[in-house]
Protein backbone atom coordinates (compact mmCIF):
# COMPACT_ATOMS: atom_id res chain seq x y z
CA UNK A 1 0.00 0.00 0.00
CA UNK A 2 1.20 3.57 0.72
CA UNK A 3 4.51 4.72 2.53
CA UNK A 4 3.26 4.83 5.63
CA UNK A 5 3.20 1.09 5.90
CA UNK A 6 5.68 0.20 3.85
CA UNK A 7 8.16 2.03 6.63
CA UNK A 8 6.44 0.40 9.49
CA UNK A 9 7.41 -2.76 8.13
CA UNK A 10 10.95 -1.31 7.43
CA UNK A 11 11.45 0.66 10.64
CA UNK A 12 12.18 -2.45 12.87
CA UNK A 13 15.15 -3.21 10.39
CA UNK A 14 16.60 0.20 9.58
CA UNK A 15 18.50 2.23 11.44
CA UNK A 16 17.16 5.59 13.49
CA UNK A 17 18.71 7.81 11.89
CA UNK A 18 17.80 6.64 7.87
CA UNK A 19 14.41 6.41 9.56
CA UNK A 20 14.58 9.84 10.76
CA UNK A 21 15.47 11.26 7.07
CA UNK A 22 13.61 8.83 4.93
CA UNK A 23 10.07 9.03 7.20
CA UNK A 24 10.36 12.79 9.29
CA UNK A 25 6.39 12.71 10.38
CA UNK A 26 6.22 9.09 11.44
CA UNK A 27 9.51 9.59 13.44
CA UNK A 28 8.05 12.10 15.38
CA UNK A 29 4.54 11.33 15.48
CA UNK A 30 6.35 7.72 17.01
CA UNK A 31 7.87 10.28 19.96
CA UNK A 32 4.88 12.85 20.13
CA UNK A 33 2.69 9.22 20.98
CA UNK A 34 5.16 8.62 24.02
CA UNK A 35 4.97 12.18 25.24
CA UNK A 36 8.31 12.97 24.21
CA UNK A 37 10.71 14.90 21.82
CA UNK A 38 13.69 13.41 19.95
CA UNK A 39 15.73 15.89 21.53
CA UNK A 40 14.62 14.37 25.20
CA UNK A 41 12.34 17.55 25.66
CA UNK A 42 8.69 17.38 26.95
CA UNK A 43 6.16 18.16 24.08
CA UNK A 44 5.49 21.66 26.27
CA UNK A 45 9.02 22.49 27.13
CA UNK A 46 11.25 25.06 25.31
CA UNK A 47 15.05 24.80 25.46
CA UNK A 48 17.87 26.36 27.45
CA UNK A 49 17.75 29.86 27.27
CA UNK A 50 20.38 32.11 27.85
CA UNK A 51 21.33 35.77 27.89
CA UNK A 52 24.45 38.30 27.62
CA UNK A 53 24.80 41.73 27.88
CA UNK A 54 27.04 43.78 26.54
CA UNK A 55 28.57 41.41 24.02
CA UNK A 56 29.42 44.42 21.38
CA UNK A 57 31.52 47.05 22.60
CA UNK A 58 31.07 49.72 19.75
CA UNK A 59 27.08 49.57 20.03
CA UNK A 60 25.54 51.83 23.06
CA UNK A 61 23.61 48.70 23.77
CA UNK A 62 23.89 44.77 22.73
CA UNK A 63 22.58 41.17 23.91
CA UNK A 64 23.60 37.84 22.73
CA UNK A 65 20.56 36.17 23.05
CA UNK A 66 20.38 31.65 22.75
CA UNK A 67 17.90 29.65 22.59
CA UNK A 68 18.73 25.81 22.30
CA UNK A 69 20.97 26.43 19.03
CA UNK A 70 18.73 29.13 18.19
CA UNK A 71 21.50 32.33 18.58
CA UNK A 72 20.50 36.03 17.95
CA UNK A 73 22.99 39.07 18.44
CA UNK A 74 20.85 42.65 18.99
CA UNK A 75 22.74 46.08 18.96
CA UNK A 76 21.79 49.34 19.66
CA UNK A 77 23.64 52.32 17.89
CA UNK A 78 22.14 55.59 18.87
CA UNK A 79 22.41 58.76 16.25
CA UNK A 80 20.77 62.24 16.23
CA UNK A 81 18.54 63.54 14.04
CA UNK A 82 15.71 66.18 13.65
CA UNK A 83 12.39 65.29 14.48
CA UNK A 84 9.41 65.45 12.44
CA UNK A 85 6.72 68.64 12.27
CA UNK A 86 3.78 66.12 13.79
CA UNK A 87 5.94 65.18 16.92
CA UNK A 88 8.50 67.82 17.27
CA UNK A 89 9.01 65.72 20.73
CA UNK A 90 9.80 62.37 19.54
CA UNK A 91 12.49 59.86 18.68
CA UNK A 92 12.38 57.23 16.64
CA UNK A 93 13.44 53.61 16.70
CA UNK A 94 14.21 51.55 13.13
CA UNK A 95 14.41 47.56 14.11
CA UNK A 96 15.82 45.66 11.27
CA UNK A 97 15.99 41.75 10.83
CA UNK A 98 19.32 40.26 9.09
CA UNK A 99 20.01 36.67 8.04
CA UNK A 100 23.39 36.86 7.00
CA UNK A 101 24.58 33.95 5.21
CA UNK A 102 26.41 32.03 8.20
CA UNK A 103 23.36 31.52 10.13
CA UNK A 104 21.92 28.52 7.51
CA UNK A 105 22.69 26.65 4.55
CA UNK A 106 19.88 28.07 2.52
CA UNK A 107 20.46 32.16 3.01
CA UNK A 108 23.61 32.58 -0.08
CA UNK A 109 25.02 35.87 -0.27
CA UNK A 110 23.41 38.52 -2.60
CA UNK A 111 20.20 36.63 -1.83
CA UNK A 112 18.26 37.48 1.33
CA UNK A 113 16.27 34.92 3.34
CA UNK A 114 12.34 35.21 2.70
CA UNK A 115 11.88 34.82 6.47
CA UNK A 116 13.93 38.03 7.26
CA UNK A 117 11.56 40.95 6.19
CA UNK A 118 8.55 38.71 7.52
CA UNK A 119 10.24 38.54 11.05
CA UNK A 120 12.02 42.05 10.66
CA UNK A 121 8.21 43.38 10.47
CA UNK A 122 6.93 41.24 13.24
CA UNK A 123 9.25 42.75 15.50
CA UNK A 124 8.71 46.40 14.89
CA UNK A 125 5.30 45.75 15.28
CA UNK A 126 5.53 44.22 18.28
CA UNK A 127 7.99 46.57 19.87
CA UNK A 128 6.10 49.50 18.70
CA UNK A 129 2.69 47.82 19.97
CA UNK A 130 3.50 47.14 22.98
CA UNK A 131 4.49 50.53 24.43
CA UNK A 132 7.56 49.72 25.88
CA UNK A 133 9.42 52.62 24.61
CA UNK A 134 8.55 56.32 25.45
CA UNK A 135 8.96 57.82 22.27
CA UNK A 136 9.32 60.89 24.06
CA UNK A 137 12.49 59.61 26.20
CA UNK A 138 14.36 59.77 22.94
CA UNK A 139 13.73 63.63 22.61
CA UNK A 140 16.68 65.62 23.04
CA UNK A 141 15.68 69.37 22.02
CA UNK A 142 12.35 69.70 21.10
CA UNK A 143 11.89 70.54 17.46
CA UNK A 144 15.92 70.40 16.90
CA UNK A 145 17.06 67.74 17.90
CA UNK A 146 15.85 63.88 19.33
CA UNK A 147 17.51 60.43 18.95
CA UNK A 148 17.22 57.66 16.02
CA UNK A 149 17.77 54.74 18.02
CA UNK A 150 19.13 51.54 15.38
CA UNK A 151 18.20 48.19 16.64
CA UNK A 152 19.43 45.63 14.48
CA UNK A 153 19.26 42.35 15.13
CA UNK A 154 21.86 39.74 13.52
CA UNK A 155 20.73 35.78 13.20
CA UNK A 156 23.89 33.66 13.77
CA UNK A 157 23.10 30.43 13.73
CA UNK A 158 19.07 29.23 12.87
CA UNK A 159 17.46 26.66 14.52
CA UNK A 160 13.91 27.07 14.74
CA UNK A 161 11.64 29.71 16.94
CA UNK A 162 13.62 32.70 15.26
CA UNK A 163 11.16 35.36 16.50
CA UNK A 164 11.33 34.46 19.52
CA UNK A 165 15.02 34.77 20.17
CA UNK A 166 15.11 37.91 18.16
CA UNK A 167 12.52 39.43 20.44
CA UNK A 168 14.16 38.53 23.49
CA UNK A 169 17.46 39.69 22.27
CA UNK A 170 16.35 42.65 20.92
CA UNK A 171 14.71 43.53 24.35
CA UNK A 172 17.72 42.80 26.60
CA UNK A 173 19.68 45.15 23.83
CA UNK A 174 16.94 47.78 25.18
CA UNK A 175 17.66 46.60 28.80
CA UNK A 176 21.15 47.25 28.35
CA UNK A 177 21.08 50.45 26.53
CA UNK A 178 23.14 53.21 27.76
CA UNK A 179 22.04 56.88 26.24
CA UNK A 180 25.33 58.78 25.92
CA UNK A 181 25.88 62.02 27.50
CA UNK A 182 25.34 64.88 24.65
CA UNK A 183 25.73 68.61 24.51
CA UNK A 184 24.80 70.93 21.88
CA UNK A 185 27.89 72.63 20.40
CA UNK A 186 28.21 76.17 18.55
CA UNK A 187 27.12 74.71 14.99
CA UNK A 188 23.68 73.55 16.66
CA UNK A 189 24.88 69.95 16.22
CA UNK A 190 24.66 67.27 18.66
CA UNK A 191 28.01 66.02 20.53
CA UNK A 192 29.14 63.40 22.51
CA UNK A 193 29.76 65.15 25.73
CA UNK A 194 33.97 64.83 26.24
CA UNK A 195 35.03 64.30 29.89
CA UNK A 196 38.29 66.92 30.52
CA UNK A 197 39.62 66.37 33.64
CA UNK A 198 36.45 65.81 35.56
CA UNK A 199 34.33 68.30 34.07
CA UNK A 200 32.34 68.66 31.28
CA UNK A 201 33.15 71.41 28.73
CA UNK A 202 29.07 71.77 28.06
CA UNK A 203 26.48 71.24 29.86
CA UNK A 204 24.51 68.18 28.68
CA UNK A 205 21.49 68.08 27.14
CA UNK A 206 20.44 64.74 28.73
CA UNK A 207 21.56 64.53 32.09
CA UNK A 208 18.56 62.99 33.40
CA UNK A 209 17.51 60.48 30.57
CA UNK A 210 20.85 58.09 30.26
CA UNK A 211 18.68 55.01 30.51
CA UNK A 212 15.05 54.00 29.22
CA UNK A 213 12.19 53.08 30.89
CA UNK A 214 11.14 49.90 29.82
CA UNK A 215 7.44 49.61 30.70
CA UNK A 216 5.59 45.88 29.63
CA UNK A 217 8.31 44.05 28.34
CA UNK A 218 6.85 42.02 25.67
CA UNK A 219 7.60 38.54 25.50
CA UNK A 220 7.39 35.36 23.36
CA UNK A 221 6.54 31.78 22.66
CA UNK A 222 6.26 30.09 18.96
CA UNK A 223 4.44 26.44 19.59
CA UNK A 224 3.66 23.86 16.79
CA UNK A 225 0.13 22.40 16.17
CA UNK A 226 0.24 18.93 14.80
CA UNK A 227 -2.86 17.04 14.98
CA UNK A 228 -3.78 17.22 19.06
CA UNK A 229 -0.21 17.95 19.90
CA UNK A 230 1.22 21.31 20.73
CA UNK A 231 5.25 21.72 20.70
CA UNK A 232 6.42 24.23 22.59
CA UNK A 233 9.60 26.23 20.83
CA UNK A 234 10.30 24.42 17.56
CA UNK A 235 13.79 23.23 16.33
CA UNK A 236 14.33 24.25 12.79
CA UNK A 237 14.00 19.99 12.11
CA UNK A 238 10.20 20.54 13.88
CA UNK A 239 9.62 23.43 11.50
CA UNK A 240 10.10 22.11 8.16
CA UNK A 241 8.18 18.73 8.48
CA UNK A 242 4.67 19.94 11.26
CA UNK A 243 3.86 23.62 9.56
CA UNK A 244 1.28 25.51 11.31
CA UNK A 245 2.91 27.56 14.00
CA UNK A 246 1.19 29.74 16.89
CA UNK A 247 3.44 32.13 17.93
CA UNK A 248 1.93 34.32 21.16
CA UNK A 249 3.59 37.54 22.46
CA UNK A 250 2.48 38.49 25.75
CA UNK A 251 4.15 41.36 28.02
CA UNK A 252 5.58 40.48 31.79
CA UNK A 253 1.90 41.11 32.97
CA UNK A 254 0.67 38.46 31.57
CA UNK A 255 -1.72 40.89 28.61
CA UNK A 256 -1.71 39.65 25.06
CA UNK A 257 0.90 41.98 23.13
CA UNK A 258 0.26 40.05 19.58
CA UNK A 259 -0.81 36.60 18.01
CA UNK A 260 0.17 34.95 15.19
CA UNK A 261 -1.09 31.88 13.25
CA UNK A 262 0.14 32.41 9.52
CA UNK A 263 -1.95 29.79 7.84
CA UNK A 264 -0.98 26.22 7.99
CA UNK A 265 -2.40 22.83 8.05
CA UNK A 266 -3.92 22.65 11.11
CA UNK A 267 -7.13 24.88 11.89
CA UNK A 268 -6.57 25.47 15.68
CA UNK A 269 -9.22 25.70 18.15
CA UNK A 270 -10.29 28.16 20.65
CA UNK A 271 -8.92 25.30 23.34
CA UNK A 272 -5.85 24.95 21.49
CA UNK A 273 -5.08 28.84 21.29
CA UNK A 274 -5.93 28.67 25.03
CA UNK A 275 -2.91 26.20 25.66
CA UNK A 276 -0.50 28.07 23.90
CA UNK A 277 -0.98 31.19 25.78
CA UNK A 278 -1.06 29.31 28.86
CA UNK A 279 2.57 27.89 28.08
CA UNK A 280 3.92 31.44 27.12
CA UNK A 281 2.31 32.68 30.41
CA UNK A 282 4.62 29.78 31.89
CA UNK A 283 7.85 30.84 29.46
CA UNK A 284 7.37 34.87 30.38
CA UNK A 285 7.66 33.97 33.28
CA UNK A 286 11.01 31.68 32.54
CA UNK A 287 12.22 34.70 30.80
CA UNK A 288 11.73 37.76 32.98
CA UNK A 289 14.03 35.49 35.47
CA UNK A 290 16.56 34.78 32.60
CA UNK A 291 16.52 38.60 31.95
CA UNK A 292 16.68 39.60 35.54
CA UNK A 293 19.47 37.47 36.61
CA UNK A 294 21.71 38.02 33.69
CA UNK A 295 21.26 42.12 34.42
CA UNK A 296 22.17 41.54 38.07
CA UNK A 297 25.27 39.23 36.47
CA UNK A 298 26.07 42.05 34.85
CA UNK A 299 25.85 45.04 38.31
CA UNK A 300 28.15 42.11 40.00
CA UNK A 301 31.18 42.67 37.38
CA UNK B 1 16.31 66.42 0.56
CA UNK B 2 16.55 69.45 2.79
CA UNK B 3 13.54 69.82 4.53
CA UNK B 4 11.39 67.05 3.32
CA UNK B 5 10.76 64.66 5.97
CA UNK B 6 10.50 61.13 4.62
CA UNK B 7 9.88 57.91 6.41
CA UNK B 8 13.95 57.87 6.53
CA UNK B 9 15.12 60.97 8.62
CA UNK B 10 18.95 61.51 7.92
CA UNK B 11 20.93 61.03 10.93
CA UNK B 12 24.14 61.60 12.32
CA UNK B 13 26.40 59.64 14.93
CA UNK B 14 26.87 62.45 17.87
CA UNK B 15 30.17 60.60 18.28
CA UNK B 16 33.28 62.91 17.71
CA UNK B 17 36.18 62.32 15.07
CA UNK B 18 38.91 62.54 17.35
CA UNK B 19 41.49 62.77 14.97
CA UNK B 20 44.49 62.30 17.49
CA UNK B 21 47.61 64.28 16.56
CA UNK B 22 49.25 61.93 14.66
CA UNK B 23 52.99 63.76 16.11
CA UNK B 24 52.46 61.87 18.99
CA UNK B 25 53.44 58.31 17.98
CA UNK B 26 57.32 60.25 16.60
CA UNK B 27 57.84 60.55 20.52
CA UNK B 28 60.04 58.50 22.08
CA UNK B 29 57.53 57.45 24.94
CA UNK B 30 55.07 57.02 23.07
CA UNK B 31 52.99 53.29 24.24
CA UNK B 32 50.24 51.60 22.33
CA UNK B 33 47.08 52.50 23.08
CA UNK B 34 46.15 49.44 24.76
CA UNK B 35 49.26 49.35 26.51
CA UNK B 36 51.01 46.02 24.38
CA UNK B 37 54.38 46.12 23.61
CA UNK B 38 54.90 46.67 20.34
CA UNK B 39 55.99 42.78 19.14
CA UNK B 40 52.99 41.32 21.25
CA UNK B 41 50.10 40.24 19.95
CA UNK B 42 46.67 40.80 21.45
CA UNK B 43 45.43 37.57 23.06
CA UNK B 44 43.78 35.35 20.60
CA UNK B 45 40.23 33.25 21.32
CA UNK B 46 39.10 30.50 19.36
CA UNK B 47 36.30 28.16 19.47
CA UNK B 48 35.17 25.50 16.85
CA UNK B 49 31.37 24.32 16.12
CA UNK B 50 30.10 27.80 17.36
CA UNK B 51 26.94 27.57 14.27
CA UNK B 52 25.56 23.77 14.44
CA UNK B 53 23.40 25.11 11.20
CA UNK B 54 26.92 24.46 9.22
CA UNK B 55 29.18 21.85 7.98
CA UNK B 56 31.64 23.55 10.06
CA UNK B 57 32.66 26.94 12.33
CA UNK B 58 34.95 29.05 14.05
CA UNK B 59 34.23 32.01 16.20
CA UNK B 60 37.47 34.15 16.50
CA UNK B 61 38.59 37.19 19.30
CA UNK B 62 41.51 39.02 19.31
CA UNK B 63 40.86 42.49 21.43
CA UNK B 64 37.37 43.93 20.01
CA UNK B 65 37.72 42.19 17.01
CA UNK B 66 35.38 39.62 16.93
CA UNK B 67 34.00 37.46 13.62
CA UNK B 68 32.21 34.53 12.98
CA UNK B 69 33.15 32.09 10.28
CA UNK B 70 31.14 29.45 8.93
CA UNK B 71 31.55 26.33 6.05
CA UNK B 72 28.67 25.17 4.16
CA UNK B 73 29.69 22.20 1.62
CA UNK B 74 31.01 20.45 -0.05
CA UNK B 75 27.92 21.06 -2.00
CA UNK B 76 26.32 21.43 -5.51
CA UNK B 77 28.18 23.86 -7.50
CA UNK B 78 25.53 26.76 -8.93
CA UNK B 79 23.53 25.54 -12.29
CA UNK B 80 25.69 28.05 -14.49
CA UNK B 81 28.85 26.96 -13.55
CA UNK B 82 31.02 25.20 -16.03
CA UNK B 83 31.98 21.61 -15.09
CA UNK B 84 35.12 21.51 -13.34
CA UNK B 85 37.04 18.44 -12.35
CA UNK B 86 38.23 20.30 -9.03
CA UNK B 87 36.24 21.84 -6.49
CA UNK B 88 35.65 24.99 -6.05
CA UNK B 89 35.93 27.66 -3.22
CA UNK B 90 33.19 30.54 -2.71
CA UNK B 91 34.02 33.43 -0.11
CA UNK B 92 32.50 35.85 1.64
CA UNK B 93 32.90 38.52 3.89
CA UNK B 94 30.25 40.92 5.15
CA UNK B 95 30.63 43.58 8.18
CA UNK B 96 27.15 44.18 10.41
CA UNK B 97 25.60 47.60 10.85
CA UNK B 98 27.03 47.68 14.21
CA UNK B 99 30.64 46.78 13.69
CA UNK B 100 32.23 50.00 12.73
CA UNK B 101 32.19 53.05 15.53
CA UNK B 102 30.18 54.78 13.08
CA UNK B 103 26.89 52.99 11.96
CA UNK B 104 27.33 51.68 8.58
CA UNK B 105 25.10 49.85 6.32
CA UNK B 106 25.95 46.21 6.80
CA UNK B 107 27.59 45.67 3.61
CA UNK B 108 29.52 43.04 1.47
CA UNK B 109 33.21 43.67 1.46
CA UNK B 110 33.88 42.35 -1.94
CA UNK B 111 37.59 43.37 -1.63
CA UNK B 112 38.05 41.29 1.53
CA UNK B 113 35.92 38.02 -0.05
CA UNK B 114 38.68 38.21 -2.62
CA UNK B 115 41.78 38.37 -0.38
CA UNK B 116 40.12 35.25 1.47
CA UNK B 117 39.24 33.29 -1.22
CA UNK B 118 43.01 33.84 -2.75
CA UNK B 119 44.58 33.51 1.00
CA UNK B 120 43.18 30.04 1.16
CA UNK B 121 43.19 28.62 -2.23
CA UNK B 122 46.48 27.29 -1.99
CA UNK B 123 46.12 25.52 0.94
CA UNK B 124 42.40 23.82 0.38
CA UNK B 125 43.03 20.55 -1.38
CA UNK B 126 40.31 21.26 -3.89
CA UNK B 127 40.81 18.02 -6.10
CA UNK B 128 39.36 16.22 -3.17
CA UNK B 129 35.70 17.44 -3.77
CA UNK B 130 35.62 17.74 -7.35
CA UNK B 131 32.40 19.46 -9.31
CA UNK B 132 31.01 20.57 -6.11
CA UNK B 133 31.55 23.69 -3.89
CA UNK B 134 32.88 24.83 -0.58
CA UNK B 135 31.12 28.11 0.74
CA UNK B 136 33.49 30.11 3.52
CA UNK B 137 31.27 32.92 4.68
CA UNK B 138 32.55 35.02 7.00
CA UNK B 139 30.40 38.02 9.65
CA UNK B 140 32.31 40.40 11.41
CA UNK B 141 30.06 41.37 14.75
CA UNK B 142 32.77 43.97 15.34
CA UNK B 143 35.41 45.37 13.58
CA UNK B 144 38.54 46.16 16.40
CA UNK B 145 41.54 46.19 13.72
CA UNK B 146 43.18 43.91 11.63
CA UNK B 147 40.08 42.48 10.39
CA UNK B 148 41.07 40.49 7.45
CA UNK B 149 43.55 38.58 9.26
CA UNK B 150 41.82 37.49 12.04
CA UNK B 151 38.85 36.76 9.25
CA UNK B 152 41.56 34.39 7.13
CA UNK B 153 43.30 32.12 10.79
CA UNK B 154 39.22 31.93 11.68
CA UNK B 155 38.25 30.93 8.28
CA UNK B 156 40.93 28.38 7.96
CA UNK B 157 39.76 26.97 11.33
CA UNK B 158 36.39 26.70 9.82
CA UNK B 159 37.41 24.57 7.47
CA UNK B 160 39.48 22.57 9.52
CA UNK B 161 36.03 22.14 11.60
CA UNK B 162 34.14 21.05 8.58
CA UNK B 163 36.47 18.42 7.62
CA UNK B 164 37.64 20.12 4.36
CA UNK B 165 41.58 18.71 3.29
CA UNK B 166 44.22 21.13 3.62
CA UNK B 167 47.72 21.08 2.97
CA UNK B 168 47.59 23.19 6.39
CA UNK B 169 46.13 25.46 8.69
CA UNK B 170 46.49 28.44 7.38
CA UNK B 171 47.19 31.75 9.64
CA UNK B 172 47.55 35.65 8.69
CA UNK B 173 49.11 38.07 10.60
CA UNK B 174 49.61 41.86 9.55
CA UNK B 175 51.76 44.87 10.98
CA UNK B 176 51.68 48.50 10.31
CA UNK B 177 54.28 51.15 9.88
CA UNK B 178 54.21 53.98 12.03
CA UNK B 179 56.75 56.15 11.89
CA UNK B 180 59.81 54.45 12.60
CA UNK B 181 58.48 51.78 14.98
CA UNK B 182 56.83 48.44 13.71
CA UNK B 183 53.77 47.26 15.47
CA UNK B 184 52.66 43.93 14.96
CA UNK B 185 48.30 43.23 15.02
CA UNK B 186 47.21 46.91 15.04
CA UNK B 187 44.10 47.97 16.16
CA UNK B 188 41.89 50.45 14.49
CA UNK B 189 43.10 53.92 15.79
CA UNK B 190 46.80 52.22 14.81
CA UNK B 191 45.50 51.32 11.49
CA UNK B 192 43.88 54.82 10.90
CA UNK B 193 47.17 56.29 10.89
CA UNK B 194 49.64 54.08 9.99
CA UNK B 195 52.13 55.09 7.14
CA UNK B 196 51.87 51.67 5.66
CA UNK B 197 50.82 47.77 6.42
CA UNK B 198 52.68 44.22 6.11
CA UNK B 199 50.08 41.50 5.92
CA UNK B 200 51.78 37.79 6.32
CA UNK B 201 49.07 34.38 5.37
CA UNK B 202 51.21 31.31 5.68
CA UNK B 203 50.93 27.43 6.24
CA UNK B 204 53.19 27.19 8.75
CA UNK B 205 54.51 23.73 9.25
CA UNK B 206 55.34 24.29 5.54
CA UNK B 207 56.94 27.50 5.68
CA UNK B 208 55.19 28.23 2.70
CA UNK B 209 53.46 32.02 2.29
CA UNK B 210 49.91 32.00 0.67
CA UNK B 211 49.63 35.98 0.08
CA UNK B 212 51.76 38.71 1.46
CA UNK B 213 50.34 42.23 0.40
CA UNK B 214 52.46 45.59 1.71
CA UNK B 215 50.91 49.07 1.14
CA UNK B 216 52.65 51.86 1.89
CA UNK B 217 56.30 53.02 1.51
CA UNK B 218 59.44 50.60 3.22
CA UNK B 219 62.66 50.02 2.91
CA UNK B 220 64.14 46.75 2.28
CA UNK B 221 65.40 46.06 5.58
CA UNK B 222 62.06 46.64 7.27
CA UNK B 223 59.94 44.76 5.15
CA UNK B 224 62.78 42.15 6.22
CA UNK B 225 62.16 42.46 9.97
CA UNK B 226 58.51 42.52 9.33
CA UNK B 227 58.26 39.77 7.57
CA UNK B 228 60.00 37.81 10.51
CA UNK B 229 58.26 39.22 12.94
CA UNK B 230 54.84 37.96 11.48
CA UNK B 231 56.42 34.56 10.66
CA UNK B 232 56.93 33.94 13.75
CA UNK B 233 53.23 35.12 15.08
CA UNK B 234 52.02 33.14 12.56
CA UNK B 235 53.34 29.87 13.93
CA UNK B 236 52.64 30.79 17.32
CA UNK B 237 48.91 31.30 16.18
CA UNK B 238 49.26 28.03 14.59
CA UNK B 239 50.28 26.48 17.96
CA UNK B 240 46.88 28.08 19.51
CA UNK B 241 44.68 27.01 16.73
CA UNK B 242 45.73 23.45 16.70
CA UNK B 243 44.99 23.38 20.16
CA UNK B 244 41.56 24.73 20.03
CA UNK B 245 41.29 21.63 17.58
CA UNK B 246 42.65 19.39 20.16
CA UNK B 247 40.13 20.49 22.85
CA UNK B 248 37.87 20.30 20.59
CA UNK B 249 38.15 16.58 19.15
CA UNK B 250 38.67 15.20 23.12
CA UNK B 251 35.42 16.93 24.33
CA UNK B 252 33.15 15.63 21.46
CA UNK B 253 34.63 12.24 22.15
CA UNK B 254 33.96 11.87 25.89
Not at chain 1, 171 to 186: E, K, M, T, Y
Not at chain 1, 205 to 216: A, D, F, G, H, P
Not at chain 1, 255 to 267: C, H, R, T
Request: hydrophobic share 40%.
Amino acid sequence: MGLPDASGDLSSEMEVDAFRRLFPLRFYERHLAESIRPDGRPLGRARDTTIALGAVASADGSALAKIGSTTMLAAVKMEVMTPSMESPDEGCIAIDFHMPPICSPIVRPGRPAEAAPVVSKQLSDTISSSGMINLKELSLVSGKAAWMAYLDIYCLDADGALFDAALLSAVAALFHLQIPAVSLNDDGKIVVSEEDGGKLEKEPVNKEKRKLTLRSIPFSLTCILHKNYILADPTSEEEAIMETLVTVVLDSSSQLISLYKPGGAVLAYTSAVQDCIALTRQRVWELQKILDEANSGMEVD
Amino acid sequence: MAGRRGTNPTTYSPSLKTQKTRSTIFKDDWVRPDGRGFQQCRPAFFRTSAVTAASGSAYAEFGNTKVIVSVFGPRESKKAMMYSDIGRLNCNVSYTTFATPVRAQGSDRKDFSSMLHKALEGAVILETFPKTTVDVFALVLESGGSDLPVVISCASLALADAGILMYDLVTSVSLSCLGKNLVIDPILEEESYQDGSLMITCMPSRYEVTQLTITGEWSTPKINEGMQLCLDACSKLANIMRSCLKEATTTSQE
